[in-house]
């Protein structure tokens, strides 16, 4: 099967650093990667489109800035939380797709900002 | 653009009962459809999925789907339910685009089990 994992699997900072969180296809390459955030209780909202040599794809309304994203090789995504504020505390997932149409998603990782 | 409606954020039913939870899709294209379980802080477990092959779709843990598209309408279905399936099940559409298909989510079911 299709295994994505994740680290960390929690995260607790201060205001103001920055967190870096990797995504990785452990058994598959994967030149797309998508990034999400689930908010307590709520489905998951897509951040952006990780995209393996390019520049990642933002969702209307995601600041570029805050969420930086680099798909530095053919498993392996993360995303940098700069700057982090406690209004960026959440779950942060990732996915990958397989077998063309089914995406396959890591185990999140719980942002938890000071 | 596509769109999910899942009807009932909160769904209970007893050990050994009908498990039914509803989605209905908004899609302009012929869709994708899937079905995803979450567990208390994990990520998600591909339940099932529907790609435009047989319309009755079978997955993991006992679960069935049935894509009806004269009702916009994909519901998750097991005949009797486990302590084991209480958790968050989201259901998702997406439509083909080479691999890079986005997943759009509904709002997310919780099921609960009582014994």
């Known amino acids: 099967g299709a295994v994505v994992s994740q680290h960390p699997s929690r995260v607790i900072c201060k205001s103001g650093t920055s967190v870096k969180i990797e995504c990785r296809s452990l058994d598959f390459q994967a030149t797309t990667m998508f990034w999400y955030r689930q908010f307590p209780k709520k489905s998951l909202m897509l951040m952006a489109t990780?995209?393996?040599?390019?520049?990642?794809?933002?969702e209307q309304g995601v600041e570029k800035d805050k969420f930086l994203i680099n798909h530095a090789s053919l498993t392996l995504s993360t995303l940098t939380v700069t700057s982090a504020h406690p209004e960026d505390s959440s779950f942060y997932i990732c996915s990958a797709p397989f077998s063309g149409d089914t995406q396959y998603f890591g185990p999140g990782t719980r942002l938890t900002v000071l | 653009a596509q769109s999910v409606t899942q009807l009932g954020s909160h769904v209970s039913v007893s050990e050994g009962a009908l498990v039914l939870l509803r989605c209905n899709y908004s899609?302009?294209?012929?869709?994708?459809l899937f079905w995803y379980v979450q567990y208390p802080n994990q990520g998600l477990q591909l339940l099932l999925k529907?790609?435009?092959?047989?319309?009755l779709v079978k997955g993991i843990n006992g679960f069935e789907a049935e894509f009806k598209k004269s009702e916009t309408s994909f519901h998750l279905t097991k005949p009797s339910a486990h302590m084991s399936d209480a958790a968050e099940y989201f259901c998702a559409v997406s439509v083909p685009n080479f691999g890079n298909e986005k997943l759009t989510f509904g709002t997310g079911t919780r099921l609960t089990i009582i014994p």
């Open positions: 899609s302009s294209v012929p869709p994708y």
């Open positions: 529907y790609t435009s092959a047989a319309t």
């Open positions: 990780s995209n393996e040599g390019s520049k990642a794809t933002y």
